[in-house]
Every structure is written in structure tokens, then in C-alpha cells.
């Protein structure tokens, strides 16, 4: 049993792989070939999906376009709630408890419910098609996040610490940005990781707030899908790249990611 | 941790207020304004009360949804909970592969959910892939775009796929908080494999399931980009879950009332959800 | 209840261990008796806990065995050598009521039913926890929580030895005093084989009645608590042992002869030619201060008192030398030294030298 022990987790992760792999491995083949039949491996190998990619604007301002938002997104979310997890870490003041509760009920909310008030509201605030409406309407679900895991992490620093830096004579944003924040330093890591996974993934607000200038890379895909025929290569190929970034940062925090679920109580 | 009592600490919160309240209070007086009313275009509304809710509560079409709805989110928790701890139990519990099982799990939650769903719809087809194409060499007939329960094998599949590592994730995170002497003593006192998980490690992991399933209750249940990529709801209604149909009323039909009024009762449904699950987390705190 | 027999037993973290730096337990040879009560003694990193955990089975040493009477358990795993262990950090069951906890070892090893409830309710009383039998464990204070893991130990009747990882470390000072008196009863009673492993020197020598000191992976003594104060056998256990610790001067020796400095003391017994750093060693209770003249010079730096006793730190040619005055008594003006010949020892790099012990206690 014991020496068997690595089977479950390396099956696991063979499932996990082989969707991702049918979609390199159609990456690299023509659309003619794709439609062609079932193969396990290109037999054609071509690049061109991704050369078109990535050079072709319309295709890779998109991912320019997702990555500006999700930024925004998170520098917004990260340096709001800083603050506010901080006052509800350590102090206690009127309604406190069902405003926490009321912020945590957002993280649930369906965005399919508010779609369509959300392309009404941005409109009216001139901001539709805007990357800025959208990272301010991803704050719906990334912000109450956000200050649910800083939160946690904050309530893991002895409170002693501030009351110290308070007779040394430091001034509260003074301590806050030179002494606390620093110490929290893994947890706004792993906060930011959790908005930008959240941001990058949520497409059905980022679609329905932008049509041209800030339009996401999925709402390219989807939009090529319909116009140009099914082009399935590109497809693959932009499917792909949208996968990298993710994979990026997941590589970056990964001794943080186990830490971040147990202390954020995500 | 004692907290000292500070009303100024509202300041504090006072952006994040400011910043959700836009996004959450505005749209959902949108959504109510709209479920109380009716019109015909040209910016015309007619006070119509509950007429939209005590519709959508009578329509079948919202009874087979919710249905649906719950029969999906009933399936993936059985599946992704007892899953999900099975193999933050079997991974290596630190060093060099226990990074490499995490970095490898957490990619499926960083797909966009449209390519998960667009991903998924091209790996199950079953002439050019790899899923759909092995099962009919193995002899199952499987076509998700004909066949309901084969559009139901794969739409569960996908979520298995997509959000059973963030079960590992929080398991793998509640064992790591395991002291080594724990096992020690268990092995000490001779106990079973089975009374270790069942004593030490499945109370330790109590709080981070709670919160496992509590997460992949709620997003379930609002559930919408990867199916609809996936099947559309289809074929026919067949996997046509809450959002689906609320989209296809809003935007399809635009049967804002109707939709609005769904909106609300299922805003309402996963409030409640949300609410027993808080108390239990918060309760259990305590102790 | 065993024996416990370590016989060449060293260890090293390395796979290829070179020299005798590499190792984290340096050669070790010994009997322990069956039914002791033994002490292991050290600063953090000495060794202590390496030795700990090769007996409990979590380590196989490098080199030797360990044979629990006649048989070799070198090999054996933890749950087959039959011991109980107390950890640092309570150890319980969160979910189980005091006396499931208790049962839970006995319930493991297929004990019948009723042997289960008469044993678990013996250990609830010997304890003290009769009352909270049926309490969930999670909720109790960490003094109860260590009673607990103790009794997981003590329901069972057999267990060759019983190991104590600092098991005081979380308990408030009040109730330490209280659960070592409590272990000491338990040993006296039932004659367990126990191990502790401590850094806290006070610990070691109300407990145990062979205490192990150990220093930079090697057991330096092995002795009574008032060996160890009287003959310490290495300078390492003269400043461990004992508050404050021994005075230890560089000197030279001559036959009967100690040299310090420009001084000269007579010895109660006359030693060999001493090669290598020679060094004497005097126990500040040993010392008694007189007016000038009477002994050795020394110059008083500071005087604590400390209630009981006043500690005199003073400088012997130089040297640091304290000595301890009981209460009530005056120092004296421009005050001497004058030191027992028979409490005096002489080390040779850092062991010390035994010869014919001619008078002393």
C-alpha cells in the first residue's frame, strides 16, 4: 500500500493533463487537420495559430487588454481592503459583524444575476468599455475576498506589535506601510494571487462591460469563432495562451498557495 | 485576542463600503426595480407587484432548472469532497514533488473559465477528441451533443476537472497543519490507518472542508460560463442550469420581469446557503 | 518494564558520516536499569532528542543497537517496541472524551471490553481527572492534556519504557511543580522504566535518579544528582549544573601542588604530570570567605542577593570566581578565599581527573 501511495495523485494529475494536452497538441496542427480526424500527435506541426497570435493586434491586444483590467483589478482590490481587514482585525465598532457578513455575501453573489444592471450602471458612469469598468466591477467579488484572506493574516500578527510602534512614536500610515505591511508581506502575496486568479478567469462581466477598446481576450476568441468560420487551431493556440500567465504565477507563489488557503480560509 | 471598541475603524472600511456597495446595492435595485415592473420598450415600466415571482415560482421551466441545478451541485460535491481529501491524503506531504503535485493541480483554477468550457467542448467531441473518441473505441456510444446523459457525464466531468484540485488544495492545507508528534503518537498507541484519519486528520481538515464545501456550493450553484460553452444547455434543455436559463430569459427573451424575478429568488436561495454555512464556520470557531 | 541497553549506539544525519564532527550522537555504550528513572540532560542541539527518538524507534542509528532486555529492537518500528511516549506539545485526541483517549490505546490492541473500563478508570483516578472523564479532551488546560497523553501510557501495563520529550515546556510554572511531584509518585508506585529528556536542569535532578548530561552529541556523565554536583565530570557539567555554576580557573598542577596564577594551594591528594590545558574547578558552595589575609586574595566586583543566599562575583588572579554566601552572613572587608582541598577537582581538557580519593566526603 504504502509504496503505491503516489498512484492516486499521479493519476489524478494525468487526468488533469490530458485536456490540456489535446489542446497543445491541436495548437500545433492546421484547422483542416483538426477537422480531418483523431490523432494523437500534428502531423503537419505548424506554429502559424500562434504567429498569427502574436502579431496580429486585434488578437493580442486582447490578452493586453485582460492583463491591464486584471492588474487594475487587483491593485484596486489589494489597497482597499488592506485597510478595512485591518479595522476588522482589531477593532470592534457598531455593526461590524453584519458588515462583514454582508461583504462575504458578495463573493457569492451570481454575476449571471448582475449582468445586466452592471452593463446599465457602467453605462450610465460613462464608463462602459473602459478596462477600469471592468476592474471596478470584478471589486464585486475580489474585494470582499480580499479582505477575508488579509483578515486571517493580520489576525496572525500579535497586536503588540502595533502598540509597540505606537510609543516608539510612529504615526498610524507610517506604521502601516514601513512596519505592518512588511510583515504581512506573504499574505498580500497570496491575496493578490487569489484576485488575480479570480479576475483572470471571470469572463461574462468582462465580456458584457466592453465591446472594442477594452475588449478581453475571450470575448476575441469567442467573437473570431463567429465571424471567421471555426477556426479551430487558433482557438487551441489563443486557449494555450491564455493558460500561460496562470501558469506563470502559480509557479511564483507555489510554496505560498497551500499556506494562503489554510490562513485566508479562502 | 481582545478588540478594543473604535467606531472611527468605520473610516477604514469606508472604501471597501463605498466600492461594493456601487457594484452590489445599485445593481440589485436594478434587478428589483425590474422584478416589480413590466414593459413594452420606449422606456415605459408598469407597477406590476409580485406578479413576476408568483410566475417563475409556478412556471415549470423554473422548477426543472432548479432541479437540474441541484441535482449538478449535489453530484459534483459527492464527487469533488470525498475526491479531493482522497488525494491531499495520498500526496506527498513536503519537498520537491509536493511543489510539483501543487503547481500542476492549481492550473485547471487558472483557466479562463470560457477556454475551460470551449477546452472541454473540443476534448469530448467524439470524432476528433481524445474523450469522446476513446469512449466509443471502448464501445460506450457517446455523443454530448445528442445524448443528455452524455452531455450530463461530461458537463460533471469538467467541473471534477476544473475544481476538484481546490479541494486538495484546502485538504493538503488542513493536514499540513498536522504536528508530525500527532502520527507519532497514533503510532505509538497503535492505532489503524483508519483511526488516524478518522481521529486526527479529518478533525483537522473539519474547518477547511467546511469551507471547501461551502465554496463549491456556491459557485456551483451560479455556475455559468463552462457549460454554456460546453453544451449551451443542451441538447435541448437537458443541462440548461439557473444562470443558463436566467441569461436566456434576460437576454434572449428579454423577459426582464421574469428574469429579474428569478434573479431574486435565486440571489435569496444562495444568501440563506451562505448565511447557515457562516454560522456553522463562525460556531465552530468559537469552541 | 526493560532494561535498556545501548550498545555502541552512534548517529549522523549525513549518509556518509567522515569524521566525529559529522556526528549528531557520538559513540554511546550503556545499560540503563530496568525500572529507572533517567534524566537526559542538555542544551538545545545536543543530542539529546537524537537519543530519544533512536529509542522510541522514529530514528535507526548510523552505528550499534539497542536490545530492550535480551532482545535487539534496533530495527523494530515504534508501535512494536512497546513504549509510551509524552511529547512537547499535548498531544490528545480533540474529539474524544478524556476517557476515550485514554481507552483509545487498549481499544487499538483488542483488549476486552471490561479490562478497558477498569483500566481507564484506575488511570482516571490516579490522575486526578476522574471528574472530567467524559469531557471533550480539546477544552481541557495543557497540564490535564499531558496527564492524558501520561495516561495513554500508564493504562497500559506493559510498556517497556516510558519517554517524556520536555513535556513541561507549555505548563505554567505553578502547575509544573505539581505534575513532576505527580510523576515522581506515579514512578515510585508502578516502577515504569522512564526517560526525560530536559534542558532545565532543575527538572532533571528532581526527577530522575540517574541523570544523563550531554554535550555537543556526547554523554559527558552519567550519575546521581549528587555526583553531578560534587564530581562533575567534565567542566561543561560544572557550569550546567547547579546556580551559579562551578568556577573553573586555568592552573597548573605539581604533584600535590595547585598553581594559580602567582598563589599556591595545597591539594588533598597528589596527581600525575598533567599534559594539555589543565584547569581547576571549585563549586561557589565550597567557598567561604574570610577576612584578607586568612586565603586566596580576591577582589569583589558585585555582591546579588537573592534571598536565600547572596552570590559574590568576584576576580581570583584575574580569573572570574564566584562564591556563594549563606544568609546572614557579612562579607568581609578586603575578604580572602578559603576553599575545602577536598572539594576541589582538576580537569585536563575539559574531563576530569580522578585519582585515589585520599579524605573528602
Same mark, same amino acid.
Request: charged share 15%.
Given at each position: 500500500?504504502?509504496?503505491?501511495? $503516489?498512484?492516486?495523485?499521479?493519476?489524478?494529475?494525468?487526468?488533469?493533463?490530458?485536456?490540456?494536452?489535446?489542446?497543445?497538441n491541436m495548437?500545433?496542427?492546421?484547422?483542416?487537420?483538426?477537422?480531418?480526424g483523431?490523432?494523437?500527435?500534428?502531423?503537419?506541426?505548424? =506554429?502559424?495559430?500562434?504567429v498569427?497570435?502574436l502579431?496580429?493586434p486585434t488578437w493580442?491586444?486582447?490578452?493586453?487588454?485582460?492583463?491591464?483590467?486584471?492588474?487594475?483589478?487587483?491593485?484596486?482590490?489589494?489597497?482597499?481592503?488592506?485597510?478595512?481587514?485591518y479595522?476588522f482585525?482589531?477593532?470592534?465598532?457598531?455593526?461590524?459583524?453584519h458588515?462583514?457578513f454582508?461583504?462575504?455575501?458578495?463573493?457569492?453573489?451570481p454575476?449571471?444575476?448582475?449582468?445586466?444592471?452592471?452593463?446599465?450602471?457602467?453605462s450610465?458612469?460613462?464608463?462602459?468599455?473602459?478596462?477600469?469598468?471592468?476592474?471596478?466591477?470584478h471589486?464585486?467579488?475580489?474585494?470582499?475576498?480580499?479582505?477575508?484572506?488579509?483578515?486571517?493574516?493580520?489576525?496572525?500578527?500579535?497586536?503588540?506589535?502595533?502598540?509597540?510602534?505606537?510609543?516608539d512614536?510612529?504615526?498610524?500610515?507610517?506604521?502601516?506601510?514601513?512596519?505592518?505591511?512588511?510583515?504581512?508581506?506573504?499574505?498580500?502575496?497570496?491575496?493578490?494571487?487569489?484576485?488575480f486568479?479570480? %479576475?483572470?478567469?471571470?469572463?461574462?462581466?468582462?465580456?458584457?462591460l466592453?465591446s =472594442?477598446?477594452?475588449?478581453?481576450?475571450?470575448?476575441?476568441m469567442?467573437?473570431?469563432?463567429?465571424?471567421?468560420?471555426y477556426?479551430?487551431?487558433?482557438?487551441?493556440?489563443?486557449g494555450?495562451l491564455t493558460?500561460?500567465?496562470?501558469?506563470i504565477v502559480?509557479?511564483?507563489?507555489?510554496?505560498? /498557495?497551500?499556506?494562503?488557503?489554510?490562513?485566508?480560509r479562502? | 485576542m481582545q478588540k478594543?471598541?473604535?467606531?472611527?475603524?468605520?473610516?477604514?472600511?469606508?472604501?471597501?463600503?463605498?466600492?461594493?456597495?456601487?457594484?452590489?446595492?445599485?445593481?440589485?435595485?436594478?434587478?428589483?426595480?425590474?422584478?416589480?415592473?413590466?414593459?413594452?420598450?420606449?422606456?415605459?415600466?408598469?407597477?406590476?407587484g409580485?406578479?413576476?415571482?408568483?410566475?417563475?415560482?409556478?412556471?415549470?421551466?423554473?422548477h426543472?432548472?432548479?432541479?437540474r441545478?441541484?441535482?449538478?451541485t449535489?453530484?459534483?460535491?459527492?464527487?469533488?469532497?470525498?475526491?479531493?481529501v482522497?488525494?491531499?491524503?495520498?500526496?506527498?506531504?513536503?519537498?520537491?514533488?509536493?511543489?510539483v503535485?501543487l503547481?500542476?493541480?492549481?492550473?485547471?483554477?487558472?483557466?479562463?473559465?470560457?477556454?475551460?468550457?470551449?477546452?472541454?467542448?473540443?476534448y469530448?467531441?467524439?470524432?476528433?477528441? !481524445?474523450?469522446?473518441?476513446?469512449?466509443?473505441?471502448?464501445?460506450?456510444?457517446?455523443?454530448?451533443?445528442?445524448?443528455?446523459?452524455s452531455?450530463?457525464?461530461?458537463?460533471?466531468?469538467?467541473?471534477?476537472?476544473?475544481?476538484?484540485?481546490?479541494? =486538495?488544495?484546502?485538504?493538503?492545507?488542513?493536514?499540513?497543519?498536522?504536528?508530525?508528534?500527532?502520527?507519532?503518537?497514533?503510532?505509538?498507541?497503535?492505532?489503524?490507518?483508519?483511526?488516524?484519519?478518522?481521529?486526527?486528520q479529518?478533525?483537522k481538515?473539519?474547518?477547511? !472542508?467546511?469551507?471547501?464545501i461551502?465554496?463549491?456550493?456556491?459557485?456551483?450553484?451560479?455556475i455559468?460560463?463552462?457549460?454554456?460553452?460546453?453544451?449551451?444547455?443542451?441538447?435541448?434543455?437537458?443541462t440548461t442550469?439557473l444562470?443558463?436559463?436566467?441569461?436566456?430569459?434576460?437576454?434572449?427573451?428579454?423577459?426582464?420581469?421574469?428574469?429579474?424575478?428569478? %434573479?431574486?429568488?435565486?440571489?435569496?436561495?444562495?444568501l440563506?446557503v451562505? $448565511?447557515?454555512?457562516?454560522?456553522l464556520?463562525t460556531?465552530g470557531?468559537?469552541? | 518494564?526493560?532494561?535498556?541497553?545501548?550498545?555502541k549506539?552512534?548517529?549522523?544525519?549525513l549518509?556518509?558520516?567522515?569524521?566525529?564532527?559529522?556526528?549528531?550522537?557520538?559513540e554511546?555504550?550503556h545499560v $540503563?536499569?530496568d525500572g529507572g528513572?533517567?534524566?537526559?540532560?542538555?542544551?538545545?542541539?545536543?543530542?539529546?532528542t537524537?537519543?530519544?527518538n533512536?529509542? %522510541?524507534?522514529l530514528?535507526?542509528?548510523?552505528?550499534?543497537?539497542?536490545?530492550?532486555?535480551?532482545?535487539d /529492537?534496533?530495527?523494530?518500528?515504534?508501535?512494536?517496541?512497546?513504549?509510551?511516549?509524552?511529547?512537547q506539545f499535548?498531544?490528545?485526541?480533540?474529539?474524544?472524551?478524556?476517557a476515550?483517549?485514554l481507552?483509545?490505546?487498549?481499544?487499538?490492541?483488542?483488549?476486552?471490553?471490561?479490562?478497558i473500563?477498569?483500566?481507564?478508570?484506575?488511570?482516571?483516578?490516579?490522575?486526578?481527572?476522574?471528574?472530567k472523564?467524559?469531557?471533550?479532551?480539546?477544552?481541557l488546560t495543557?497540564?490535564?492534556?499531558?496527564? /492524558?497523553? !501520561?495516561?495513554?501510557?500508564?493504562v497500559?501495563?506493559?510498556?517497556n519504557?516510558?519517554?517524556?520529550?520536555?513535556?513541561?515546556t507549555?505548563?505554567?510554572?505553578?502547575?509544573? $511543580?505539581?505534575?513532576?511531584?505527580?510523576?515522581?509518585e506515579?514512578?515510585?508506585r508502578?516502577?515504569?522504566?522512564?526517560i526525560?529528556?530536559?534542558?532545565?536542569?532543575?527538572e532533571?535532578?528532581?526527577f530522575?535518579?540517574?541523570?544523563?548530561?550531554?554535550?555537543?552529541?556526547?554523554?559527558?556523565q552519567?550519575?546521581?544528582?549528587e555526583?553531578?554536583?560534587?564530581?562533575?565530570?567534565?567542566?561543561?557539567?560544572?557550569?550546567?549544573?547547579g546556580?551559579?555554576?562551578?568556577?573553573?580557573?586555568?592552573?597548573?598542577?605539581?604533584?600535590?601542588?595547585?598553581?594559580?596564577?602567582?598563589?599556591?594551594?595545597?591539594?588533598?591528594?597528589?596527581?600525575?604530570?598533567?599534559?594539555?590545558?589543565?584547569?581547576?574547578g571549585?563549586?561557589?558552595?565550597?567557598?567561604?570567605?574570610a577576612?584578607a589575609?586568612?586565603?586566596?586574595?580576591?577582589?569583589?566586583?558585585?555582591?546579588?542577593?537573592?534571598g536565600?543566599?547572596?552570590?559574590?562575583?568576584a576576580?581570583?588572579?584575574?580569573?572570574?570566581?564566584?562564591?556563594?554566601?549563606?544568609?546572614?552572613r557579612?562579607?568581609?572587608?578586603?575578604?580572602s578565599?578559603?576553599v575545602?582541598?577536598?572539594?576541589i577537582?582538576i580537569?585536563?581538557?575539559?574531563?576530569?581527573?580522578?585519582?585515589?580519593?585520599?579524605?573528602?566526603?
Open positions: 500500500m504504502k509504496h503505491r501511495r $503516489w498512484l492516486v495523485p499521479t493519476l489524478y494529475i494525468l487526468f488533469l493533463m490530458l485536456p490540456v494536452y489535446w489542446l497543445l495548437s500545433f496542427k492546421t484547422t483542416n487537420e483538426i477537422l480531418g483523431f490523432s494523437w500527435f500534428p502531423a503537419d506541426f505548424t =506554429v502559424d495559430s500562434y498569427k497570435i502579431t496580429d493580442y491586444m486582447g490578452y493586453v487588454n485582460s492583463i491591464i483590467y486584471v492588474v487594475l483589478n487587483t491593485v484596486i482590490s489589494v489597497s482597499f481592503a488592506l485597510p478595512a481587514a479595522a482585525s482589531r477593532y470592534r465598532f457598531l455593526g461590524d459583524k458588515l462583514f454582508w461583504l462575504l455575501t458578495n463573493r457569492m453573489a454575476p449571471a444575476v448582475f449582468a445586466l444592471p452592471f452593463l446599465q450602471l457602467y450610465a458612469m460613462g464608463l462602459f468599455d473602459t478596462h477600469l469598468a471592468v476592474a471596478l466591477s471589486c464585486l467579488f475580489n474585494i470582499p475576498l480580499a479582505v477575508w484572506i488579509l483578515e486571517g493574516f493580520i489576525s496572525g500578527v500579535p497586536r503588540e506589535i502595533d502598540e509597540t510602534a505606537y510609543l512614536g510612529y504615526s498610524f500610515p507610517r506604521f502601516f506601510t514601513k512596519i505592518f505591511m512588511p510583515l504581512i508581506g506573504s499574505g498580500i502575496g497570496v491575496t493578490a494571487f487569489f484576485c486568479m479570480f %479576475s483572470w478567469v471571470e469572463l461574462l462581466l468582462a465580456k458584457t466592453t =472594442v477598446e477594452a475588449k478581453p481576450i475571450a470575448a476575441v469567442t467573437r473570431t469563432a463567429s465571424t471567421s468560420g477556426e479551430l487551431g487558433l482557438l487551441a493556440a489563443a494555450v493558460i500561460v500567465p496562470g501558469a502559480i509557479y511564483f507563489v507555489r510554496n505560498y /498557495i497551500a499556506k494562503g488557503f489554510a490562513m485566508g479562502v | 478594543t471598541l473604535n467606531n472611527k475603524a468605520w473610516f477604514m472600511v469606508l472604501p471597501v463600503l463605498f466600492i461594493v456597495a456601487l457594484n452590489a446595492i445599485v445593481p440589485l435595485m436594478t434587478v428589483v426595480n425590474y422584478s416589480v415592473q413590466d414593459t413594452f420598450g420606449n422606456n415605459l415600466f408598469f407597477f406590476e409580485t406578479r413576476w415571482f408568483s410566475e417563475v415560482l409556478a412556471s415549470e421551466r423554473f426543472d432548472s432548479l432541479l441545478q441541484f441535482f449538478f449535489f453530484t459534483i460535491l459527492v464527487i469533488e469532497v470525498p475526491l479531493g482522497g488525494i491531499a491524503l495520498t500526496m506527498p506531504r513536503r519537498g520537491f514533488w509536493s511543489s503535485c503547481v500542476l493541480m492549481a492550473l485547471p483554477l487558472l483557466i479562463p473559465w470560457n477556454v475551460v468550457g470551449a477546452m472541454w467542448n473540443i469530448a467531441l467524439p470524432d476528433i477528441g !481524445l474523450l469522446g473518441y476513446g469512449l466509443n473505441w471502448l464501445g460506450i456510444p457517446f455523443d454530448y451533443t445528442q445524448q443528455p446523459v452531455a450530463w457525464f461530461t458537463v460533471i466531468l469538467m467541473d471534477v476537472w476544473h475544481w476538484t484540485s481546490l479541494v =486538495v488544495l484546502l485538504a493538503y492545507a488542513g493536514l499540513r497543519s498536522i504536528d508530525d508528534n500527532y502520527y507519532r503518537a497514533a503510532q505509538i498507541d497503535g492505532a489503524s490507518r483508519w483511526a488516524v484519519f478518522r481521529y486526527i479529518l478533525p481538515m473539519k474547518h477547511v !472542508l467546511t469551507i471547501a461551502l465554496l463549491r456550493f456556491m459557485d456551483s450553484f451560479m455559468y460560463t463552462e457549460p454554456f460553452v460546453l453544451t449551451g444547455g443542451g441538447p435541448g434543455n437537458a442550469v444562470s443558463i436559463d436566467l441569461v436566456k430569459a434576460a437576454l434572449g427573451e428579454f423577459n426582464l420581469g421574469v428574469a429579474a424575478a428569478m %434573479s431574486i429568488i435565486y440571489f435569496l436561495m444562495t440563506l451562505c $448565511w447557515l454555512f457562516y454560522t464556520i460556531q470557531e468559537k469552541k | 518494564m526493560a532494561q535498556i541497553t545501548l550498545d549506539l552512534a548517529h549522523s544525519y549518509p556518509n558520516p567522515k569524521g566525529e564532527a559529522d556526528f549528531a550522537l557520538k554511546i555504550d $540503563w536499569e528513572a533517567y534524566a537526559l540532560l542538555g542544551p538545545s542541539g545536543c543530542g539529546k537524537t537519543l530519544l533512536i529509542i %522510541s524507534g530514528l535507526v542509528p548510523s552505528r550499534g543497537s539497542i536490545l530492550f532486555d535480551q532482545d /529492537i534496533t530495527h523494530l518500528a515504534p508501535e512494536q517496541r512497546n513504549i509510551a511516549q509524552v511529547f499535548p498531544v490528545v485526541y480533540d474529539t474524544m472524551t478524556v476515550e483517549n481507552a483509545f490505546p487498549l481499544a487499538n490492541r483488542h483488549v476486552a471490553k471490561d479490562e473500563a477498569k483500566r481507564v478508570a484506575e488511570a482516571l483516578e490516579m490522575l486526578d481527572l476522574a471528574g472523564a467524559n469531557r471533550k479532551a480539546q477544552n495543557a497540564d490535564e492534556k499531558q496527564k /492524558i497523553s !501520561l495516561g495513554r501510557g500508564l497500559r501495563y506493559d510498556v519504557a516510558i519517554l517524556f520529550d520536555e513535556p513541561l507549555v505548563i505554567d510554572p505553578h502547575m509544573k $511543580w505539581q505534575l513532576r511531584t505527580k510523576l515522581k506515579l514512578h515510585r508502578f516502577g515504569h522504566t522512564m526525560y529528556v530536559t534542558h532545565d536542569q532543575t532533571a535532578l528532581t530522575a535518579d540517574k541523570v544523563v548530561v550531554m554535550y555537543e552529541g556526547e554523554v559527558v552519567i550519575g546521581t544528582p555526583e553531578l554536583f560534587d564530581q562533575p565530570a567534565h567542566t561543561f557539567v560544572g557550569y550546567f549544573i546556580s551559579p555554576g562551578m568556577n573553573v580557573l586555568s592552573c597548573q598542577v605539581a604533584g600535590n601542588k595547585l598553581r594559580l596564577g602567582a598563589r599556591e594551594v595545597e591539594l588533598g591528594c597528589s596527581y600525575p604530570q598533567l599534559d594539555g590545558r589543565t584547569e581547576v571549585i563549586r561557589p558552595e565550597f567557598v567561604r570567605l577576612p589575609g586568612q586565603g586566596l586574595p580576591i577582589t569583589i566586583t558585585r555582591v546579588e542577593d537573592i536565600r543566599f547572596k552570590i559574590v562575583r576576580l581570583l588572579e584575574g580569573q572570574r570566581f564566584d562564591a556563594v554566601l549563606p544568609e546572614g557579612e562579607v568581609p572587608e578586603g575578604a578565599a578559603l575545602d582541598p577536598a572539594r577537582n580537569y585536563q581538557d575539559s574531563h576530569l581527573v580522578r585519582v585515589q580519593a585520599q579524605g573528602g566526603n
